[in-house]
């Protein structure tokens, strides 16, 4: 749901000015020769300048992983497919840990590093555009000793680790093309010593052990960005169940989760319930499996990773929430299924999923969603910062604000009193199988809505999107409400929804919990905890 901001292996600008060497520094190979041109360093996110690169699309991953939780080593073989988009002399993967060997199309290509997490690949031949190219990585090393900006996006556990952060993870585990807009599939096989356990995306194929080691052996068939997927080694609890519909559900819960462990069951044991609910929401579930894990990890927010998310214990201090599942599970359709283009486009995934919140209150009885939308507004005065960030486009310090949910949800409230239950509930419905398995941005939700409505809806969406300031009108006057006179004080505040505590509660969700560079410091501290500038 709400992601832990920090983006992992960020680096500037200026790092897509670098000419890196073509001369190899970590293996053999030779040089491009004739034909080609490198591939970019970067996918061009205006954002996060140097993630992701250019000049390729993956379509498959697979990863080989062998993990020792006592010492926190992972060494891998990670294998690639990809097509060429142009005539490549050298190509970028972002990764951070130590490379042994690279392969390209079965033959042993050059490579060097640059930057913090730029491995340069140059194989010994050109590759040509539109062909298909394999690439084998052979790599080893200790995740939470890689610091990237001065963080790891690795959580250490005391009986293992765990990845899981937003908008970046990748790089401290596995070689990828680390942007939302190259997804793809993934079989992610890890071995642990007996009696630990491996929990990733997707369905369990199978399970073997040999010589004190057991391999788990995972798949996700389904396009999948690579933020999202995740890898979980520790000592867990596991529970497994089907859906009405056949699909496997799989749970897991640190065996230490202490207090927290009632709760956090409570609420995860319900995905499957709120799955079925959200179905009749947004359209038939997108992906081949379903679940959630709780770790034991100090930190206070959950994440999205696709078709089972991770949870932190501090989400149910207080007791079971399952508004946070219904959260994260909103993000498989918005988010997961539908990425964005670029990160300036979080609106996309996190205004949704945090509606589906307000839908779910609805339904419980707990308040309406306009109730909610009127508490919302309402809670703040107009001079408040909160109303100063944009979601359509907050900018990479702002990009997981809380405006970015709460003010992001109201545009939609104030949407559905625009065009009308019917055609608002269609769009909802019709916006993940349009985009379904692709990428999408606030621009094509707007047209999209516009098409479906018959109404031109620009004002509205700039109004709530993009201007620094509150709107003069409350959500409800769409709906006939009479507004507040400007500059009032004796108008009566909305009563609070009992539901808004239990919603609220989850707003640590996009406290990911690291230090920040590049000025992209959200009020999140190495500890976890939050600045709470906006009377939270």
């Known amino acids: 749901m709400h992601r832990g901001l920090l983006v992992a292996g960020v680096l500037s600008a200026s790092l897509l000015l670098l000419v890196p060497a073509s001369a190899a520094a970590g293996g053999p190979g030779g040089s491009p020769g004739d034909g080609g041109a490198p591939g970019a360093p970067g996918a061009g996110d205006p954002y996060y300048p140097a993630s992701g690169n250019g000049g390729y699309d993956v379509s498959h991953y697979d990863l080989r992983l062998k993990y020792r939780?006592?010492?926190?080593?992972?060494?891998?073989?990670?294998?690639?497919?990809?097509?060429?988009?142009?005539?490549?002399?050298?190509?970028?993967?972002?990764f951070g840990l130590t490379v042994s060997e690279v392969r390209v199309n079965g033959r042993e290509a050059a490579f060097t590093r640059s930057g913090d997490h730029e491995l340069e690949i140059t194989p010994v031949t050109p590759l040509r555009k539109n062909r298909t190219v394999s690439v084998?990585?052979?790599?080893?090393?200790?995740?939470?000793?890689?610091?990237?900006?001065?963080?790891?996006?690795?959580?250490?556990?005391?009986?293992?680790?765990?990845?899981?952060?937003?908008?970046?993870?990748?790089?401290?585990?596995?070689?990828?093309n680390d942007h939302p807009l190259d997804k793809a599939t993934f079989d992610i096989s890890v071995a642990v010593p007996d009696g630990t356990q491996a929990i990733s995306n997707g369905v369990l194929r199978s399970r073997s052990s040999r010589l004190g080691w057991t391999r788990w052996n995972w798949r996700s068939d389904r396009p999948q960005a690579t933020y999202l997927a995740t890898l979980a080694v520790g000592r867990f609890d596991i529970t497994t169940d089907t859906t009405a519909n056949g699909l496997p559900v799989l749970n897991a819960y640190s065996k230490d989760l202490g207090d927290h462990a009632g709760a956090a069951r409570a609420s995860v044991e319900r995905?499957?319930?709120?799955?079925?609910?959200?179905?009749?929401?947004?359209?038939?579930?997108?992906?081949?499996?379903?679940?959630?894990y709780v770790p034991n990890v100090p930190s206070g927010y959950a994440l999205e990773t696709q078709t089972r998310p991770f949870y932190s214990p501090r989400q149910f201090a207080a007791g079971a929430n399952v508004s946070v599942v219904v959260h994260e599970m909103a993000h498989q359709w918005?988010?997961?299924?539908?990425s964005v283009k670029g990160w300036k486009d979080i609106w996309i995934n996190e205004g949704f999923a945090r509606y589906s919140q307000w839908l779910?209150?609805?339904?419980?009885?707990?308040?309406?969603?306009?109730?909610l939308a009127d508490h919302v507004y309402a809670l703040r005065p107009a001079d408040d910062p909160f109303w100063t960030v944009k979601p359509g486009d907050p900018g990479p310090d702002k990009q997981f604000d809380l405006a970015v949910y709460d003010r992001g949800a109201l545009a939609l409230q104030v949407l559905r009193n625009k065009i009308?239950?019917?055609?608002?509930?269609?769009?909802?419905?019709?916006?993940?199988?349009?985009y379904a398995d692709g990428n999408a941005s606030v621009g094509d939700f707007v047209e999209y809505a516009e098409k479906i409505s018959g109404?031109?809806?620009?004002?509205?969406?700039?109004?709530?999107?993009?201007?620094?300031?509150?709107?003069?009108?409350?959500?409800?006057?769409?709906?006939?409400?009479?507004?507040?006179?400007?500059?009032?004080?004796?108008?009566?505040?909305?009563?609070?929804?009992?539901?808004?505590?239990?919603?609220?509660?989850?707003?640590?969700?996009?406290?990911?919990?690291?230090?920040?560079?590049?000025?992209?410091?959200?009020?999140?501290?190495q500890d976890g905890s939050q600045d709470r500038s906006q009377g939270r």
Request: a negative charge; aromatic letters at 10%.
């Open 455 to 525: 109404e031109q809806l620009a004002a509205l969406f700039d109004t709530w999107l993009y201007e620094p300031s509150k709107p003069a009108l409350s959500p409800g006057a769409a709906a006939g409400a009479a507004p507040a006179p400007r500059g009032a004080r004796s108008w009566a505040r909305p009563a609070e929804p009992r539901s808004y505590r239990k919603i609220a509660a989850t707003d640590t969700v996009h406290d990911h919990g690291h230090g920040h560079t590049q000025g992209r410091d959200n009020g999140r501290h």
């Open 136 to 176: 084998v990585v052979r790599y080893a090393g200790k995740p939470s000793e890689l610091k990237i900006g001065g963080w790891t996006a690795w959580h250490r556990t005391p009986d293992g680790g765990v990845a899981a952060q937003e908008p970046a993870s990748a790089v401290w585990w596995f070689p990828s």
């Open 360 to 371: 779910w209150s609805e339904k419980e009885g707990e308040g309406t969603a306009q109730e």
């Open 271 to 292: 995905t499957a319930e709120v799955v079925e609910w959200l179905e009749g929401v947004f359209g038939p579930y997108p992906f081949n499996a379903l679940g959630g």
């Open 420 to 434: 009308g239950d019917e055609d608002f509930f269609a769009v909802l419905r019709g916006w993940p199988a349009e």
């Open 69 to 94: 939780p006592a010492t926190d080593l992972l060494e891998g073989t990670a294998t690639i497919i990809a097509t060429a988009l142009q005539d490549l002399s050298r190509f970028n993967l972002d």
């Open 334 to 338: 918005y988010g997961d299924s539908v």
